[in-house]
């Protein structure tokens, strides 16, 4: 199974670390949320950071 955790990344926008089966499985950042969560159609779950 796959999963992702989003979170801010200051003003360069998004970071995205994947997990498959629990094993680290790739990183990415891109400045739009939504083009992060697009490339993620195959993840079961996408945890998004909330913010302090």
């Known amino acids: ?11 360069q926008g998004w970071g995205e670390i994947a997990l498959a089966d629990g ?10 949320l939504d083009t992060l969560i697009e490339r993620a159609a195959s ?5 998004v950071g909330a913010g302090a």
């Open 1 to 11: 199974m796959e999963v992702l955790g989003v979170d801010a990344c200051g003003k």
């Open 23 to 32: 094993v680290y499985a790739g990183s990415l950042a891109d400045c739009r």
């Open 43 to 47: 993840a079961r779950v996408i945890a």
